[in-house]
C-alpha cells in the first residue's frame, strides 16, 4: 500500500519527515510500535495516515486515546478542514451530541475517534468496541502522551494502566504508544504495562535544533523576565511556567501592566475562564500564557516563540516537553529558564516530603539533579540534554553556553568553606542551619543570629570574606547538584553533610563553576514592539509580505467563523509560501506546503482574491 498519496492529497506535503514513512508503514501494515519523537516532530502523521489507508481498505475505525480535550477538539477541528472523518467524545458534548457520535461510531462514519483513558475502559465504551471488533470494524489503537502509563514518567496518570484492557480484549487490532518524552527507564515501563514488549519501537533524534536553550542565575526574575521578553520576543506568543497558583496571577499582571498581552491560567480559576483564555491564546496572537504546568500537554499552537520558565522544573524530561512546545513550527524558538538555589531546595522538599516509597524518591533525586547539573553546566546545553536521552551529539552552536562561553573558576576551596562550616555548626550546638546563616558565616557578617548562637566563635567565621554571596550559592547549588550536601526537610530545611561531602573536602573532587551572569539589560530607549509590526517564516518583499499580512487577517476571519485556531486553517509557513509565490490560477497553488485537496477546494477562490493586490 502506497501512503505518499494520503499525505499529498489529504495534508499537502511532499514528502514525509524523519522516520514518519517507516512508522506510518509499519503500522499500516498491522504491526504494533512504540514511537518516540519530539514534539513538532509530526507525530499524529504516524497514526492519522494508517487510519485513513487502513479504512479505505475496510478496517474499520482508529481509535485515539489522548488525555487531553484542547487536543482532541484541535485534531478533530484539523481532520474535518482536510477532509477526513473524525469525532470526539469528551465531558464537552451533551448527552444526544454524544449518543449521536457512538451512533456514527456504530456505523461506521468514523476515520478517528477520539476519546479519554477514563471514557475508553468503560463498559459502555467497551460493549460499543466489543460489537465492532465482532465484525472487523477496529482497526487502530493509538494511545498518545504514552509517558502518562509510567509512574516513572514526569505526568503519571493512574487511569492509563485500566488500557491493557485494549491487548488482553481485541487480540490482533495493532496498537501505537507515541510520547515525546520518555528515558529508558520509562520506555521500558510502557512496553511493559501497555504490553507492547512484541512492538517495534521507532526512536526519533530528541534535538529540537531551532530552540535555542538559556538558563539564568536567579537575581530579580521578575525583571529578568521583562527584560528577556522586551528584548527578544516584543510581540510573539509564549508561555510563561510558575511553580505556584499566585505567582502565576502576579507575573500576569506584572506583564500586563508592562504592555505586553498575558494571561493567566492554572487549576484554581474557574473552568469557563480557563478554557476562554486558552481558546485567546490559541486563537490570537502574540499572546502570553502565565501558567502552571496544568497548562499546556497537547498543545498544537505551531508559532510559540519562546517558552520560560520562572521556576526549576521537577526534571529534564519535564522541562523537554514543556520547552518543546516553543516553535512546533520549525522556526527559531527560545527556551530561557531563570532558576536560583531556593528552586532546588523546594524540589527537593517536595520530593522528600512526598508520599511515594524510597526507591521513587531516590530516583525523584537522581532526576532533580540531573536537572541540576544542566543548569549549572559550563559546556553545551544541547549535548547535556541529549546525553540524558541516550543520544550523543556535538556542541550545537546555538546555546547561551556555545554562543557566551561562561567563565569558569575553581570553586573547590570555597566548597571547601561551606562543608567545614556545616560540619562546625552542628558540633558546635548539635544542630544545622540553613543556606542563609550558612552564608553570613563564612562571609562574617555579624548578624543577631549569628551573635545569638555563637557563631562568630567557629575558626571558618569570615574564611570567604571575599566571596560575594552569589558566588557562594553558587558553590552550594554545585554541591546539592553533586550530592555532597542534603537538604533535611524534617528539620526545616537546613543542611547537612553527605558520604560524597568527604571527597570534597580532602580535594579528591573538584569543584569547578560557573562565573555567575545575569541577562544583559536591553539597550536604552528599548520599548514593547508594536502589534503591527510583522515577522513572516521566510524573507519576503514589500508586496510579497503585503499579501502575507492580507492572508493572515482573511485567515483570521475564517478561523472565527469555523471556531478554530487559525494554523488548523493554515500554517504561517504555507501562507508565506503562497504570498511568495503570487498565485494567479489554480495551476499556481498546486504543490504548495500544506494545501491538500480539500482545502484546495474550500478556499482556492479566496486566497486567490486576497493575494490579487495591486503593485
Not at 478496517?59 to 485515539?64: A, E, M, R
Request: hydrophobic content about 40%; glycine content about 8%; some cysteine.
Amino acid at each position: 500500500m502506497s501512503y505518499a498519496p494520503i499525505l499529498q492529497e489529504i495534508f499537502g506535503y511532499e514528502r514525509f519527515r524523519g522516520p514518519q514513512q517507516a512508522i506510518i508503514e509499519h503500522v499500516g501494515g498491522g504491526g504494533d510500535a512504540l514511537v518516540l519523537m519530539p514534539t513538532g516532530g509530526g507525530k499524529s502523521l504516524c497514526y492519522q495516515i494508517p487510519a485513513i489507508a487502513r479504512q479505505r481498505a475496510g478496517h474499520g475505525v482508529t481509535i485515539v486515546i489522548s488525555p487531553l480535550i484542547a487536543l482532541m477538539h484541535d485534531q478533530v477541528g484539523a481532520l474535518h478542514e482536510a477532509g477526513v472523518s473524525a469525532a470526539f467524545l469528551n465531558s464537552t458534548l451533551s448527552m444526544d451530541e454524544a449518543y449521536q457520535v457512538e451512533q456514527r461510531l456504530l456505523r461506521g462514519d468514523i476515520t478517528l475517534l477520539y476519546a479519554a483513558p477514563e471514557r475508553v475502559t468503560t463498559a459502555r465504551f467497551l460493549a460499543q468496541l466489543d460489537a465492532l471488533f465482532a465484525r472487523g470494524g477496529l482497526s487502530l489503537f493509538a494511545i498518545d502522551e504514552a509517558h502518562c502509563v509510567s509512574q516513572w514518567g514526569h505526568d503519571f496518570r493512574p487511569e492509563y494502566r485500566a488500557l491493557t484492557v485494549l491487548h488482553e480484549r481485541y487480540a490482533g487490532v495493532p496498537r501505537m504508544a507515541l510520547t515525546a518524552t520518555a528515558d529508558d527507564l520509562t520506555r521500558a515501563d510502557i512496553l511493559e504495562r501497555l504490553q507492547l514488549q512484541d512492538a517495534r519501537a521507532f526512536v526519533s533524534s530528541f534535538d529540537r535544533p531551532n530552540i535555542r536553550y538559556t538558563i539564568v542565575e536567579k537575581r530579580e526574575a521578575t525583571a529578568q523576565l521583562l527584560r528577556f521578553i522586551e528584548r527578544e520576543h516584543p510581540d510573539d506568543a509564549g508561555i510563561v511556567y510558575c511553580q505556584s497558583r499566585k505567582k502565576v496571577e502576579d507575573i500576569a499582571q506584572t506583564l500586563c501592566e508592562a504592555g505586553i498581552d498575558a494571561l493567566p491560567y492554572h487549576a484554581g480559576l474557574d473552568s469557563k475562564l480557563r478554557q476562554t483564555h486558552q481558546d485567546r491564546f490559541l486563537r490570537e496572537e502574540g499572546v502570553v500564557m502565565v501558567a502552571t504546568i496544568a497548562f499546556g500537554m497537547g498543545i498544537d499552537k505551531p508559532d510559540v516563540r519562546f517558552v520560560a520558565h520562572l521556576d526549576m522544573p521537577k526534571n529534564i524530561e519535564g522541562y523537554y516537553q514543556e520547552t518543546g512546545r516553543a516553535g512546533r513550527d520549525g522556526l527559531s524558538a527560545d527556551a530561557w529558564m531563570c532558576y536560583g538555589l531556593n528552586d532546588v531546595v523546594n524540589q527537593r522538599r517536595m520530593i522528600d516530603e512526598g508520599p511515594a516509597d524510597e526507591e521513587f524518591k531516590q530516583l525523584m533525586r537522581g532526576k532533580l539533579e540531573a536537572l541540576l547539573g544542566l543548569a549549572e553546566a559550563i559546556d553545551c546545553r544541547r549535548t547535556r540534554l541529549l546525553a540524558y536521552f541516550g543520544e550523543a551529539s556535538q556542541p550545537c552552536g546555538n546555546c547561551d553556553n556555545c554562543l557566551h562561553p561562561p567563565a569558569v573558576w575553581d570553586g573547590t576551596q570555597a566548597a571547601q568553606m561551606l562543608l567545614s562550616t556545616i560540619y562546625r555548626i552542628h558540633k558546635l550546638s548539635g544542630i544545622s542551619f540553613g543556606a542563609g546563616q550558612l552564608m553570613d558565616i563564612v562571609r562574617g557578617k555579624r548578624t543577631d543570629k549569628v551573635a545569638q548562637h555563637g557563631h562568630e566563635r567557629l575558626s571558618t567565621f569570615g574564611v570567604g570574606a571575599a566571596l560575594s554571596e552569589l558566588q557562594l550559592r553558587g558553590v552550594l547549588r554545585q554541591l546539592l547538584a553533586m550530592g555532597a550536601v542534603m537538604v533535611d526537610v524534617q528539620a526545616f530545611n537546613t543542611l547537612v553533610l553527605t558520604e560524597q561531602s568527604r571527597a570534597v573536602l580532602k580535594g579528591e573532587m573538584r569543584v569547578r563553576l560557573r562565573e555567575s551572569v545575569s541577562l544583559p539589560k536591553a539597550p536604552k530607549g528599548k520599548t514593547l514592539g508594536t502589534r503591527s509590526s510583522v515577522k513572516a517564516p521566510i524573507a519576503l518583499d514589500g508586496l510579497a509580505l503585503q499579501r502575507y499580512v492580507e492572508l493572515k487577517a482573511w485567515r483570521a476571519e475564517v478561523a472565527r467563523e469555523h471556531n478554530l485556531p487559525a494554523y488548523v486553517i493554515f500554517h504561517d509557513a504555507t501562507l508565506a509560501a503562497i504570498a511568495q509565490r503570487a498565485p494567479q490560477s489554480l495551476d499556481d497553488l498546486q504543490g504548495i506546503s500544506g494545501m491538500g485537496a480539500k482545502k484546495l477546494e474550500a478556499y482556492a477562490n479566496e486566497v486567490l482574491r486576497v493575494v490579487a493586490l495591486k503593485p
